[in-house]
């Protein structure tokens, strides 16, 4: 049992989960003449295999490479050379990433490429990039947003304005929080040299640069909200009045308040609230889709 619950921790699946909902959400939600059946066809549920297979192989090696670090930065969670050997580790990561580039190719083509690219990405993080300036974070970013990115490939009749705006929605929020998590974890990343943004500039110029981006993604997300409704294919009325209050009061306004908690954050526990926080609004923000489809 303690196994299994090791395996459940490596995978992240919490994660996982919120992945796959954000992931049948979005097809159901984006693409109009959808059924609740739709989500049940076997090539729909292929796709979802193969980006969460992705995702928890990602996970895998990510922990693989991260042993030294996390032992200081989050001892009690290490799994991997404790509870799960690193041998397995690695089969394990192989055997997923077999399964989803198998199933991406089967697709087609370029669900296959995508899926490859992302898998080299996801090594490449683990290995080399999430100790980089800012290049690991904005790698999470566009990994993240692979999740919604990748419909279009699968069904071309979805909503090209909607993914672009929930893929880049997915992007920026994970990359600010990337960047709040290096902030949290900047003890443990400063004695293997790694060159963060927070070790680079100092934690408070990169509470600084957080708080440009976070207005920055406020400014947009008002101009979709308030601006650009009129490219959402809204089935009745009254779905725009009830998606902007929506967005005003789920998510603009939540990432406003941030701001205000991430001026007076100091020690760990204030950036692993923000952590907390930017993730409620990820999901707070992608479940607004499901407005458009009432």
């Not at 300036?133 to 919604?148: D, K, Y």
Request: aromatic share 14%; with cysteine; net charge positive.
């Amino acid at each position: 049992m303690q196994k299994v619950f090791a395996f459940l921790q490596i995978t992240r699946t919490n994660n996982l989960i919120i992945m796959l909902v954000t992931l049948a959400v979005s097809y159901y939600c984006l693409t109009d003449y959808l059924t609740p059946e739709d989500l049940l066809q076997p090539r729909f549920l292929l796709l979802c295999a193969c980006v969460v297979l992705t995702a928890a192989a990602g996970y895998i090696i990510n922990d693989y490479h991260d042993i030294n670090i996390d032992l200081i930065n989050k001892p009690n969670k290490v799994v991997i050379g404790k509870i799960i050997s690193r041998r397995w580790a690695m089969l394990l990561h192989f055997i997923f990433n077999g399964f989803a580039i198998i199933s991406g190719f089967y697709l087609s083509v370029y669900i296959g490429l995508l899926v490859a690219a992302c898998i080299v990405l996801l090594w490449l993080y683990s290995v080399h990039f999430k100790k980089q300036f800012l290049s690991g974070n904005l790698l999470v970013g566009t990994l993240s947003a692979f999740v919604i990115a990748i419909l279009p490939l699968f069904n071309q009749l979805i909503s090209s304005y909607l993914v672009w705006v929930y893929a880049l929605f997915a992007f920026g929020i994970n990359f600010i929080r990337e960047i709040i998590k290096d902030a949290e974890d900047v003890r443990g990343d400063s004695k293997f040299n790694c060159k963060t943004l927070p070790i680079v500039f100092g934690v408070r110029k990169t509470k600084k640069v957080i708080i440009i981006l976070v207005l920055i993604y406020t400014i947009l997300l008002f101009a979709h909200t308030f601006i650009a409704n009129s490219l959402i294919p809204f089935r009745h009325s009254y779905g725009q009045v009830f998606y902007t209050f929506y967005m005003l009061l789920f998510v603009i306004v939540p990432l406003i308040i941030t701001t205000f908690f991430l001026i007076n954050a100091d020690v760990k526990s204030d950036f692993s609230r923000l952590s907390v926080l930017y993730k409620v609004i990820i999901i707070s923000g992608l479940l607004s889709m499901v407005i458009i489809k009432l």
